[in-house]
């Protein structure tokens, strides 16, 4: 058997959160530097997988499969496509970050903090690796655990209320995910004779219609909480603003993928004909979300809730594209949930480093401050940018492939959801030139001072990433193709050229299998 | 005429004991006369025991009793000397009485 | 020479990254040689590729080179490519030579800021011509929106370049939000384009629109429209023209290079670009000549009686914009770019000029504080009047071809209306223009003293560009004298024309390029001179001969008056009926819908009722003996009389 | 076979008869023992005056050895199951793996209760002999109701526990809430006693035996008669009272309340896995035939203990009624597994009732640690405040057994979960497994609040002056707290054992839908 590449980077985390445990709780510094050390070891293990990964393939890789627990089927089955793989990369990185966004943030409980955040990290990562059913549940529900605490003990005034409803709220969900997982258990034990929880058998199921959309309902539910959708977002806001900077981050950036994530890889697979069926309401929900969150975050007077509400319109795009069922609508989701992850975790860590300095979120509370802290109000320009999808920067590369893929088969709805591309522009740039321009018109924003080595090194990846994905998308996009058309086959049964139905050239790598138009 | 006397009058009987016992039980709230009303429950399916046991003739239905007779005394005990030390606690008897732990 | 168009681009970018990342450090003297230096190398390349181009055969004057795959998924792709030809050439030079004078300039107006403000300022404009020049050299419709975007988000952050003022920051985020609705547009029509014909690609689009759509088709309609809406927006036509006036606030080389010469007219170029789609739809022509005309009367009525200096140019650039669009608008596509590249030097000129005066004034823009300037700053004085008498359209300057061009054409194109609205309009722009002509150099001067003192000539930096734009004021429409006035250079001819005959030749009918000349030509354009004279006279009869005499009229006309002071009142009907509507809907989507319902009632009213619950559950637990055997012998009961009732 | 040659067999008592009781007969004997041992302690040095019982030296460890003794003989039991499995004493005792299993939960519920107590025992003054002694004696009844193959064994062996139980929970006689928690208890129960001792007699009236294999086969032919519905309703009453199902589990919070802690702990995990292992012998093996009649019977009331178990509790601030309503809750869970009525649901039950008495002695493992001398500390708000740092590693065993008891895996309460709604989907009971899961997040909320006020609030925003609370944290309680630990994470993260092992136990029973997977 080849080297277990995904336990390790699995567990790892939990390797080095024994280790942090060791250390006495009073030495701060040590825990924070010995955080960081074994986060940024854990990216540079994790950080083959980009080259070992083949790009060629639709099929999983890094496959790990050993029986767990026999009489029900239920095997420890992990395993990466392009698109999870990319997701897991994306979260590595990103722990690293978080620590050191965190460093002055977090000055109770520094040890209890820095466990939680491994432990998270497995439990994250399992998410995006498992391809058991089983096994899939149990990290999802597992990363809810350490998520609860991190807002609980380290948010703000109403933590507590912001961190039972996040609880309450996904557990809702993942029991109903749970009971509809059973079914589906059950019904190919029915079918095959056999009991299996593996990904891959169970996708191979005939479930009648009815099954289907009882089921798709019950896993749809789980993951439009978590994403989450236009009416289940409400513990996002709330669960945003309390949590602590490294919080609100992760939060953004990786546990709202999995929703998204969980339809791409469970739902839609699992459900294909029910999928169908729910298209339009799912595409008329999300775009829902993508205008009202715009909208209700245009009058919010908290930077934190204001991001929170632009993470509903957001991923309001990424549902669209991937319930638009084209390749290039999906490509764009995908590509998507990363841009998401970096410019909404750049923005958090961009409230963070202003809380540090100011102890407040309130917009009002602001102004000017470009004048103070230029290289800051550079980062915080060009991250703001990458929100509202300037070309050029990697949200635009996202939403442009999601809006053309969706408009093929929904012209009304693609069109309506560029409006959420005004508004973006509108509450970000209001936001940020009330925070970043104006007079110096408060004594205490006089004197705040710039980014820190620290910081920097907190942003510059982040930057860095947006740029890259912005200019030269394409090792993203090539890793996460083969995966994705065989999604869309999944779905439809059948290969579906894009939305290119019409003739005419289509451009695409010289290297790449050209598109047959109307297959 | 005469009064054939049979098991389903036994059974009858001790039904209406059985029910006897249950509205004391459910009406007083002396202590002791809800203990002696749960008694008369006892005795209530002592008595279908052996109304069973003689129909069938079958000697578990006697046994059955015998126990039934002993757990009751052994209850008797135990629930006589927890009505002692309420009323060390209380100077009452009364089962309304007692109810600190609520909600 | 094909592989070397990424230069251009390139050249203005490698300034963004050094002024940029070094800028601050290096120090003014070497941003102030780096900043204009790129752009000054970027115009020397678009030289030497015109050379060669010309050198071409007309037939194949078209280059183009791809850099490398950029956006591909699933069956969508976009590469980074360039594409230059002789409108893109155009579009080019214009760009990088106006915005090299213009980078120049700023040297000299910049000249207060501090290091970090000034390389700020630099990385900014270098940014701006390395977008402009993705606009204009992108093969693709999707790099054009980079572009697009680019020059957008350059005029955001240069308007709001002084952010400590907060109005200055408030133009900026108007101006890209704005411009935003505009590009909600032109996304739509790249979709639209997208799935009509499966590729983004100019060369792959372009020639195929001909088969693809039918003539006044609705789908040719919808496309030719919505691509048109990004022009409104990034053109500032009505409705969507708001944001230019304000974006006045930025440093005044700004509004020359971007709100004037270059990002303006980059709607015009698109719709010339895109001519094959606009001409399956004429009756999205039409709507493109008749916003721009309106566009036209309306900006120049409110231009008249405008105090700002920048603010009357401001309106006056709406104003050619809307020149532009009714140029395209009846097919002269040529006319139309004609006129972008004439307006081009002489407004950067008037805007330069007039950052002249606020220089020499320190920063005062309100014409009625002026006056008299023409003694103590004699250069700006003859190029502004260059520039004046151009844009007037008093022949020989270079405003008079084009304008004179797009008259024309839109007669010749059975439009008399139309037209008449053009002739009036050009009136309108004589007088509003040497009003502000007027009041800013001659007569005495209104401001104080202490100002009056300091007037004095700008630096060599300003002063030369303003030279060589004077030059270009007047020598730059020779390029393009109508075949009617005959060919009084000698050999030159209508070069412009022949020059971009080739792009346009399916666009204007062949034969078209020497047509007889009729005589009503001459009369008309006799009549637009005249027009254009009697503005002059009437401005100078107003503003020089009798000077109270407009404050009587305004006391006369003062209904009239008060509309145009008030600019129609759009912005406060925009607030009002727009914005407003909007922001409390917002407000009741988050109060009311958010808050109220879906968090308050339906959320936490679960949580409520189940705490409900728990109230009822342990209300029944009374703690009190008989109770709980009451509870008890109802739950037998209801078991035996299940059992042996049921 | 005459009677008297049956009763001179039964004194022989040949070897393997003997070893069918083997962990009885040990607790018995060492429950003698304890008593016989505080005699001598009496006689000899530290007999208080006036001839009162003072506190015991030898009593604890003589318990505790026992029970130890007795989990071995449950572990030999179960090795030699293949070879020994069978019916004893007449039909009277049954040894098969449901029963070695179950065996096995009570005891070891019994032995960590010992271990929990100790300290508590001292510090409340409830270090009599007789506590011991009784608690040995419970544990007896619930081995023997575990095993009882006869009606006549099932009354014999509730009623051993219970009468023990009824004095348990009253030993802190000086304490009112103790007395009263006694009252509550002893008059509902001798009440349901009634109930369930006359279903018994209308059961036998209808089939003519108690022998639960004998009443199976019995019913199985023919239409049910009335009487005999009654005698099944009759003891679902019964049961129900027992494992405190709503409407029959009114006396349960308060009794909860009023015992002293690891009595508590002890009702809720011994004597209600001991009830259940009855009620599923008798229900779904002997009335497998009556399944029709009695599954939508249980169906509602595992419905309603769900749901007013969990809601009732969600306003509860102290730590052992909340843990009361959640064992209610709790036991509707496993009536769910019932309902299921398939060896998927019986295996559940055993698997539940394992990780369950895991968690739960645990909890209550951790409420009789922060008992102060003479103060039982048992307000969530107040004296859990803060305790995340007073305590870490107390309190991050406390969060282990919340979060297990709200089911979120890796735990054993998340599998154990799992088993139950899989059993129920199995069975097509969606709806119920849906109620189920809505009952789950209800519940999560009080666990959790037991973690918010551990972690997220401090001692002086909680509006306590007694400062932060500390634990008295014996060994013999660090043990136990533990153990129970490694058993809610052991049985979570690798199941299979467990699962197999509760698979193999139910093997003997006889149920309907036999199909495991």
């Known amino acids: 058997m080849d080297f277990p590449w995904l336990t390790t980077i699995l567990f790892f985390p939990l390797l080095g959160a024994a280790l942090i445990a060791g250390i006495p709780g009073s030495r701060k510094e040590a825990i924070r530097q010995s955080t960081l050390a074994v986060t940024v070891l854990h990216f540079a293990i994790a950080l083959p997988l980009w080259w070992l990964y083949e790009p060629g393939g639709a099929d999983f890789q890094f496959v790990e499969r050993v029986p767990w627990v026999d009489t029900f089927g239920i095997e420890y089955h992990l395993g990466v496509d392009g698109v999870s793989v990319l997701l897991a990369l994306f979260t590595v990185l990103l722990m690293p970050l978080a620590v050191l966004g965190s460093w002055r943030y977090v000055d109770r409980h520094v040890k209890e903090f820095h466990i939680l955040m491994l432990v998270l990290t497995t439990g994250m990562l399992g998410v995006f690796f498992a391809l058991d059913l089983f096994v899939f549940y149990v990290f999802w529900e597992l990363m809810l655990v350490p998520m609860y605490f991190i807002i609980g003990i380290w948010g703000g005034e109403r933590r507590i209320h912001a961190a039972v409803k996040f609880f309450l709220y996904t557990f809702v969900g993942g029991l109903l995910m749970l009971v509809g997982i059973l079914a589906l258990y059950f019904y190919h034990e029915q079918v095959t004779g056999t009991f299996s929880t593996a990904l891959a058998d169970l996708i191979a199921l005939d479930v009648p219609g009815d099954l289907q959309t009882w089921l798709f309902l019950g896993f749809a539910l789980a993951f439009a909480i978590k994403v989450p959708m236009f009416p289940f977002h409400t513990w996002l806001p709330d669960a945003h603003v309390q949590a602590p900077a490294a919080g609100s981050v992760i939060l953004a950036a990786v546990l709202l993928k999995m929703g998204t994530y969980g339809f791409y890889r469970l739902a839609m697979p699992l459900f294909p004909e029910a999928s169908r069926t729910f298209l339009p309401v799912i595409a008329v929900l999300a775009v829902i979300g993508i205008l009202y969150g715009a909208m209700v975050a245009l009058v919010q007077p908290n930077m934190k809730k204001l991001v929170a509400y632009s993470s509903v319109s957001h991923l309001g795009f990424v549902m669209l594209g991937l319930f638009a069922l084209t390749t290039t609508a999906i490509q764009g989701s995908v590509i998507q949930m990363i841009n998401h992850g970096i410019s909404t975790g750049a923005l958090f860590f961009i409230c963070g480093m202003l809380y540090e300095r100011r102890h407040t979120y309130e917009i009002e509370r602001f102004g000017g401050l470009s004048a103070t802290m230029p290289a800051f109000a550079t980062l915080f320009m060009i991250v703001t940018l990458s929100s509202i999808g300037l070309p050029g920067l990697n949200g635009f590369i996202g939403e442009f492939l999601i809006l053309v893929g969706t408009f093929g088969r929904y012209p009304w709805l693609a069109g309506i959801a560029t409006i959420g591309v005004i508004l973006a522009a509108y509450y970000m740039l209001r936001m940020f030139g009330r925070v970043m321009f104006g007079p110096v018109d408060r004594e205490e924003n006089r004197e705040v001072p710039d980014l820190s080595v620290r910081e920097w090194a907190v942003l510059l990846p982040l930057v860095a990433l947006i740029f890259w994905i912005g200019v030269y998308p394409r090792p993203f996009l090539e890793r996460t193709e083969p995966s994705v058309e065989r999604f869309v086959e999944i779905l439809e049964g059948a290969p579906t050229p894009a939305v290119a139905e019409a003739d005419g050239a289509v451009i695409v790598a010289a290297d790449d299998e050209p598109v047959e138009a109307g297959r | ?103 | 020479m094909e592989n070397l168009l990424w230069v251009v681009p390139a050249l203005p970018l490698v300034g963004v990254a050094f002024n940029g990342l070094l800028g601050r450090r290096a120090g003014k003297g070497v941003v102030a040689f780096v900043g204009p230096g790129v752009v000054g190398a970027a115009f020397a390349v678009a030289i030497a590729l015109f050379v060669h181009l010309v050198g071409l055969p007309a037939g194949e004057r078209e280059l183009h080179q791809t850099v490398y795959e950029w956006l591909v998924g699933g069956g969508f792709g976009a590469p980074v490519a360039f594409l230059v030809d002789p409108l893109s050439m155009t579009m080019v030079l214009v760009v990088t030579g106006v915005g090299f004078l213009i980078h120049v300039y700023s040297v000299g107006y910049m000249h207060d800021e501090d290091e970090r403000g000034f390389a700020r300022y630099f990385t900014y404009l270098n940014l701006f011509t390395f977008a402009m020049l993705l606009l204009v050299m992108a093969d693709n419709f999707l790099l054009m929106f980079v572009g697009w975007e680019g020059v957008g988000l350059c005029s955001y952050l240069l308007i709001g370049f002084w952010f400590a003022d907060r109005d200055n920051a408030e133009a900026g985020k108007k101006a890209f939000i704005v411009n935003r609705i505009g590009d909600f547009g032109f996304l739509i029509g790249i979709f639209l384009v997208f799935s009509t014909f499966g590729s983004v690609a100019f060369a792959d689009v372009l020639p195929a629109a001909g088969a693809a759509l039918t003539v006044g088709g609705t789908l040719a309609f919808w496309i030719a429209l919505f691509l048109f809406l990004g022009a409104v927006g990034k053109s500032a036509q009505i409705p969507l023209y708001v944001w230019l006036p304000d974006a006045m606030a930025g440093p005044t080389p700004v509004s020359a290079l971007i709100h004037a010469a270059t990002m303006v007219t980059a709607g015009v170029y698109m719709v010339a670009r895109l001519h094959p789609i606009y001409q399956m739809a004429p009756s999205a022509l039409a709507i493109v000549a008749g916003i721009g005309a309106a566009t036209a009367l309306f900006a120049a009525t409110i231009g008249l009686v405008q105090n700002d200096i920048k603010k009357v140019l401001a309106y006056s650039t709406i104003s050619q914009l809307g020149y532009m669009f009714l140029g395209v608008g009846v097919a002269a596509f040529t006319a139309g770019i004609f006129h972008l590249v004439t307006h081009a030097f002489f407004k950067a000129l008037l805007f330069l000029g007039a950052g002249s005066v606020i220089h020499a004034l320190h920063g005062q823009q309100d014409m009625r504080y002026m006056g008299g300037l023409k003694s103590g700053m004699p250069i700006t004085y003859w190029t502004m009047l260059a520039a004046t008498l151009a844009i007037s359209g008093i022949p020989p300057f270079a405003g008079f071809f084009s304008k004179d061009d797009i008259l024309w054409r839109t007669w010749d194109a059975g439009h008399p209306l139309l037209w008449a609205i053009g002739f009036v309009t050009a009136g309108l722009t004589a007088v509003y223009m040497f009003r502000l002509f007027f009041l800013t150099f001659h007569g005495k001067f209104r401001g104080t003293d202490e100002q009056a003192e300091h007037v004095h000539e700008s630096p060599p930096s300003m002063a030369v560009p303003l030279a060589v734009l004077g030059v270009l004021s007047l020598i730059g429409g020779w390029i393009g004298i109508p075949a009617a006035l005959g060919d009084p250079l000698g050999g030159l001819g209508n070069a412009f024309e022949g020059w971009l005959a080739p792009v346009f030749e399916r666009g204007e009918v062949a034969g078209e390029l020497h047509p007889a000349v009729p005589p009503i030509e001459y009369g008309l354009m006799a009549a637009s001179v005249a027009i254009a004279t009697l503005g002059l006279l009437a401005a100078w009869w107003l503003y020089v001969r009798n000077q109270r005499l407009p404050e009587e009229l305004s006391l006369r006309f003062r209904a009239a008056y008060t509309v145009l002071r008030n600019k129609y009142w759009i912005d406060e009907a925009y607030t009002l009926f727009v914005v407003r509507p909007f922001n409390a809907l917002s407000a009741f989507a988050w109060r009311v819908v958010d808050d109220g319902l879906i968090d308050g009632l339906a959320v936490m009213g679960t949580g409520r009722l189940v705490r409900f619950g728990s109230g009822v559950a342990s209300r029944w637990e009374t703690g009190y003996v008989p109770g709980y055997v009451l509870v008890f012998f109802g739950g037998a009961l209801a078991i035996l009389a299940y059992y042996l009732l049921g | 076979m005459s009677p008297i040659d049956q009763l001179l067999e039964l004194h022989a008592m040949s070897r393997p008869a003997a070893f069918a009781v083997l962990p009885a007969l040990v607790l018995v004997v060492f429950a003698i023992v304890t008593l016989l041992a505080d005699l001598l302690e009496l006689g000899s040095s530290r007999g208080p005056a006036e001839g009162q019982a003072g506190p015991t030296i030898m009593a604890p460890w003589l318990a505790m050895t026992g029970t130890a003794i007795a989990f071995g003989a449950v572990v030999w039991q179960w090795l030699r199951l293949e070879e020994e499995a069978g019916l004893y004493f007449n039909g009277m005792i049954a040894l098969d793996g449901f029963a070695v299993f179950l065996t096995g939960v009570v005891v070891a519920a019994t032995l960590l209760t010992l271990l929990l107590t100790v300290g508590y025992s001292r510090r409340h003054n409830v270090d009599l002999a007789e506590y011991y002694h009784l608690i040995l004696m419970a544990a007896v009844g619930m081995v023997l109701l575990v095993e009882a193959a006869n009606l006549v064994m099932v009354f014999l062996g509730l009623e051993v526990m219970s009468v023990s139980v009824y004095i348990l929970t009253g030993f802190r006689r000086t304490q009112l809430r103790s007395i009263e928690g006694a009252l509550k208890y002893f008059v509902l129960g001798a009440f349901s006693t009634g109930f369930f001792v006359y279903g018994i007699a209308m059961v036998y009236g209808t089939t003519g035996t108690m022998d639960l294999a004998e009443i199976g086969t019995r019913i199985a032919t023919g239409p049910p008669a009335p009487l005999l519905l009654a005698g099944v309703g009759l003891l679902v009453i019964g049961f129900g009272f027992k494992v405190a199902l709503v409407p029959f589990h009114m006396w349960s919070p308060d009794v909860y309340e009023g015992a002293p802690t690891p009595i508590t702990g002890f009702m809720a995990t011994g004597v209600k896995a001991a009830g259940f292992a009855a009620f599923v012998r008798v229900f779904l093996s002997t009335f497998d035939a009556l399944a029709d009649q009695w599954v939508p019977v249980l169906w509602v009331l595992a419905v309603l203990t769900m749901l007013v178990g969990n809601v009732a509790a969600i306003r509860q601030d102290d730590v052992k009624r909340m843990l009361a309503y959640s064992s209610i809750a709790h036991a509707g869970y496993l009536v769910v597994a019932m309902v299921a009525h398939n060896a998927l649901g019986t295996a559940a039950v055993l698997y539940y009732l394992a990780a369950y008495t895991a968690m739960t002695v645990g909890a209550f493992g951790v409420a009789v640690t922060l008992s102060g001398r003479g103060a039982e500390r048992t307000s969530i708000s107040r004296d859990y405040a803060g305790l995340g740092y007073s305590e870490p590693l107390l309190a991050a065993a406390m969060a282990v057994f919340m979060f297990s008891l709200t089911g979120v895996p890796p735990t054993a309460g998340f599998v154990g979960k799992f088993y139950i709604i899989s059993a129920a989907v199995d069975a097509g009971h969606v709806p119920l497994a849906v109620l189920l899961v809505v009952a789950s997040v209800i519940s999560a909320y009080y666990y959790l609040k037991v973690v918010v006020a551990m972690y997220m609030t401090s001692p002086s925003s909680a509006g306590s002056d007694a400062g932060p609370t500390h634990a008295h944290l014996g060994a013999l309680a660090s043990t136990a707290i533990l153990a129970t630990v490694v058993a809610v994470l052991g049985m979570g993260i690798f199941p299979g054992e467990w699962i197999d092992m509760a698979r193999a136990s139910v093997e003997g029973l006889a149920t309907a839908a036999a199909r495991l997977p």
Do not use: C, K, W
């Open chain 2, 1 to 103: 005429m005469t009064l054939a006397v049979g098991p389903g009058h036994y059974l009858f009987l001790s039904a209406i004991l059985f029910t006897i016992g249950t509205v004391g039980v459910l009406t007083r709230r002396n202590a002791i006369i809800i203990f002696m009303s749960i008694e008369i429950m006892l005795n209530a399916a002592n008595l279908a025991f052996v109304t069973f046991a003689a129909a069938i003739g079958d000697l578990a239905g006697f046994v059955m009793v015998l126990l039934v007779i002993a757990v009751a005394a052994a209850e008797a005990a135990v629930g006589l000397a927890i009505i002692v030390a309420m009323f060390r606690h209380r100077q009452t008897v009364d089962v309304g009485a007692f109810n600190v732990m609520r909600g």
